[in-house]
């Protein structure tokens, strides 16, 4: 059964600090996502990772994928408050054309002035 | 261009009763997709669709059912909704897999009291 786990699940930071947010699996995948939720709204797509040793980066925000070692990270450059949100990651499995995504539980992200 | 459309965005049931939800795309997508999101669980997933006339179970799909008769749509119905259903209802749609990422749906707050 594939599971993905976050962590850390609450972050508060100072703006212009940095931070990572880990995003780990439990079986092979090499396709994982990036959604970032504001409270009451929908998702929206960050990230799609789709091979071992990708890195996009939008902004400040930076998101690498190790498939070996199942794990993917989004990196936070210079917190801003504009920041403040839930970020998801998700995984499908890959072996089948279903695209179906497994979620973390979410980290929810807190910049502070 | 509405990409995803859900309705209704709001709804209080009472224990028993029965309802539809609908999700509407127009981006010619084949696959939908309906996730429950609750605190702390990310989002978990429901029900799927990869074509027109097909749907398929997903991690809790139990007290749901779904149809897609119409390529553009795909309904998710409560036959007898419990107090364990009260959530909030996402809807998504993806071109030929998660591969390209899903596009989300704004969301159904449902409430059985």
């Known amino acids: 059964e594939l599971k993905v786990e976050q962590n850390p699940l609450f972050l508060s930071m100072q703006e212009g600090k940095n931070y990572t947010i880990y995003c780990n699996y439990s079986?092979?995948?090499?396709?994982l996502y990036w959604y970032r939720q504001d409270p009451g709204k929908s998702l929206e797509s960050l990230f799609v990772?789709?091979?071992?040793?990708a890195v996009k980066q939008e902004g400040r925000l930076m998101a690498s994928l190790d498939t070996k070692a199942r794990l993917s990270t989004l990196h936070i450059t210079a917190a801003v408050h504009d920041l403040s949100a839930t970020y998801f990651c998700?995984?499908?499995?890959?072996?089948?054309?279903?695209?179906?995504?497994?979620f973390g539980q979410g980290t929810t992200l807190q910049v502070k002035p | 261009n509405a990409g995803v459309t859900q309705t209704p965005k709001f709804r209080v049931l009472k224990t028993g009763q029965s309802m539809t939800l609908l999700c509407a795309q127009d981006?010619?997508?084949?696959?939908m997709y309906w996730y429950r999101q609750d605190p702390g669980m990310g989002l978990r997933l429901i029900h799927y669709?990869?074509?027109?006339?097909t749907t398929a179970k997903g991690e809790v799909p139990d007290g749901y059912n779904v149809s897609r008769l119409k390529k553009q749509n795909f309904l998710l119905g409560l036959e007898s909704a419990a107090p364990s259903q009260t959530s909030v209802y996402f809807c998504?749609?993806?071109?030929w897999g998660a591969g390209y990422g899903y596009t989300f749906g704004s969301g159904t707050r449902l409430t059985v009291v």
């Open positions: 998504a749609s993806s071109y």
């Open positions: 079986t092979t995948s090499d396709r």
């Open positions: 990772l789709l091979s071992n040793g």
């Open positions: 998700a995984v499908d499995r890959g072996s089948s054309n279903t695209g179906k995504l497994i």
């Open positions: 981006m010619n997508h084949e696959y």
């Open positions: 669709s990869v074509g027109e006339g």
